[in-house]
C-alpha cells in the first residue's frame, strides 16, 4: 500500500472509524484517540490487511472495536461484555432531546450488543462484515442484534407515540 | 409499558447522530513535515540538563587552554637591579703601597 492509497484510505473511512468509536465511548477525545491508532496500525503494518478476506472499511471498524473494548476492560474490569441478564428497563425521560435519549438507550447495552447495533444500524455493515469486524458466526451476529433490538424496544418505549402520532421535532409530545 | 415496534424504533435510532472526524485527526495521523530551512528558522531542539552542563565544562575549558600563555617575564636591556646584591659581610682592606707588587 503505498502512502497516496494509505492518505485515500484514510479519506474514505475516518468518518466510520471516528463515528463507531464515539459512539461506542461517547467521548470525542477517546474517539479521536482511537482513530488516531487505527490509522497509525495501518500505516505501520499495512500487510495486515488483507483484501481477499473483506473490505478496508470493516476491517478497519474491527481494529477499532479491538481498541475500544480494551479500553473497556481496563476501565470496567469485572462487568460482563455480554451480560444475558441485562435489565432492559424503560429509561426514565428526564431530557427533551430524543437524540440524548435514544444514544443513552444504545450506550447502556451490554457492550458486544452495542457494537453490532451500531455496525448494523449506523455504519450499515452487512451481517457478514460485522461477523469479521467482531470476529464471531454470523448466527452470534444475529442473535446479538435481535437481543439489542429487543432492549431497545423496551427502554425507549417511554417514547411510543400515543395512537401512532410521531414527532418529527426531536422533541417528545 | 408497550414496547416500540420494529417501525417506532428505527425511526427514533436515526435521531441519534454521530458528529464527523475533527480536522485534528488528519494532523495526528499526517503531521506535516517543515522543511529544514524553516526548520532552522523557528524549530526547537530539547536538550537534557545534564548534558548542556557537561558540554558547558569542556567549552569553557577548550577555550581556557586554547588562550595564548604570556611571555616569561624578561628585564628590560639597559636596566640594572639591584635585588641580588648583598651587603659585605667581612671587610679585609689591603693596603696597597706605590712600588709594591
Same mark, same amino acid.
Given at each position: 500500500?503505498?502512502?497516496?492509497?494509505?492518505?485515500?484510505?484514510?479519506?474514505?473511512?475516518?468518518?466510520?472509524?471516528?463515528?463507531?468509536?464515539?459512539?461506542?465511548?461517547?467521548?470525542?477525545?477517546? /474517539?479521536?484517540?482511537? /482513530? !488516531?491508532?487505527?490509522?497509525?496500525?495501518?500505516?505501520? !503494518?499495512?500487510?495486515?490487511?488483507?483484501? #481477499? +478476506?473483506?473490505?478496508?472499511?470493516?476491517?478497519?471498524?474491527?481494529?477499532? *472495536?479491538? =481498541? @475500544?473494548?480494551? *479500553?473497556?476492560?481496563?476501565?470496567?474490569?469485572?462487568?460482563?461484555?455480554? &451480560?444475558? +441478564?441485562?435489565?432492559?428497563?424503560?429509561?426514565?425521560?428526564?431530557?427533551?432531546?430524543?437524540?440524548?435519549?435514544? #444514544?443513552?438507550?444504545? *450506550?447502556?447495552?451490554?457492550?458486544? !450488543?452495542?457494537? @453490532? =447495533?451500531?455496525?448494523?444500524?449506523?455504519?450499515?455493515? /452487512?451481517? &457478514?462484515?460485522?461477523? +469479521?469486524?467482531?470476529?464471531?458466526?454470523?448466527?452470534? @451476529?444475529?442473535? +446479538?442484534?435481535?437481543?439489542?433490538?429487543?432492549?431497545?424496544?423496551?427502554?425507549?418505549?417511554?417514547?411510543?407515540?400515543?395512537?401512532?402520532?410521531?414527532?418529527?421535532?426531536?422533541?417528545? *409530545? | 409499558?408497550?414496547?416500540?415496534?420494529?417501525?417506532?424504533?428505527?425511526? %427514533?435510532?436515526?435521531?441519534?447522530?454521530?458528529?464527523?472526524?475533527?480536522?485534528?485527526?488528519?494532523?495526528?495521523?499526517?503531521?506535516?513535515?517543515?522543511?529544514?530551512?524553516?526548520?532552522?528558522?523557528?524549530?526547537? $531542539?530539547? $536538550?537534557?540538563?545534564?548534558?548542556?552542563?557537561?558540554?558547558?565544562?569542556? $567549552?569553557?575549558?577548550? $577555550?581556557?587552554?586554547?588562550?595564548?600563555?604570556?611571555?616569561?617575564?624578561?628585564?628590560?636591556?639597559?636596566?640594572?637591579?639591584?635585588?641580588?646584591?648583598?651587603?659585605?659581610?667581612? %671587610?679585609?682592606?689591603?693596603?696597597?703601597?706605590?712600588?709594591?707588587?
Amino acid at each position: 500500500m503505498t502512502e497516496n492509497e494509505l492518505k485515500a484510505a484514510f479519506e474514505d473511512h475516518k468518518d466510520a472509524v471516528y463515528r463507531f468509536a464515539w459512539r461506542m465511548m461517547n467521548s470525542a477525545p477517546a /474517539a479521536e484517540d482511537v /482513530a !488516531q491508532d487505527v490509522f497509525l496500525s495501518l500505516l505501520r !503494518q499495512p500487510a495486515r490487511f488483507d483484501p #481477499g +478476506r473483506g473490505q478496508l472499511r470493516s476491517f478497519l471498524l474491527g481494529i477499532t *472495536r479491538n =481498541l @475500544v473494548l480494551k *479500553r473497556w476492560r481496563d476501565e470496567y474490569r469485572w462487568e460482563e461484555l455480554n &451480560d444475558e +441478564r441485562f435489565p432492559a428497563k424503560p429509561l426514565t425521560i428526564e431530557s427533551d432531546n430524543i437524540a440524548e435519549i435514544v #444514544g443513552e438507550a444504545v *450506550r447502556s447495552l451490554p457492550p458486544l !450488543q452495542r457494537e @453490532v =447495533l451500531i455496525l448494523s444500524e449506523y455504519e450499515e455493515l /452487512a451481517l &457478514d462484515e460485522i461477523a +469479521r469486524a467482531v470476529d464471531c458466526e454470523i448466527g452470534t @451476529v444475529k442473535s +446479538r442484534l435481535h437481543r439489542a433490538r429487543e432492549n431497545l424496544r423496551r427502554m425507549l418505549a417511554p417514547l411510543k407515540p400515543p395512537n401512532g402520532v410521531r414527532s418529527n421535532h426531536g422533541t417528545v *409530545r | 409499558m408497550e414496547p416500540l415496534d420494529e417501525d417506532e424504533l428505527n425511526h %427514533l435510532l436515526r435521531k441519534w447522530e454521530a458528529p464527523s472526524a475533527p480536522p485534528s485527526l488528519k494532523q495526528r495521523v499526517f503531521p506535516a513535515q517543515k522543511p529544514w530551512l524553516s526548520w532552522l528558522l523557528t524549530g526547537s $531542539i530539547r $536538550i537534557p540538563v545534564p548534558a548542556l552542563v557537561v558540554a558547558a565544562i569542556v $567549552i569553557a575549558l577548550w $577555550i581556557h587552554h586554547s588562550r595564548p600563555t604570556p611571555p616569561a617575564h624578561v628585564a628590560a636591556p639597559g636596566s640594572v637591579s639591584l635585588a641580588d646584591f648583598q651587603p659585605v659581610q667581612q %671587610l679585609q682592606p689591603v693596603l696597597v703601597t706605590g712600588g709594591q707588587r
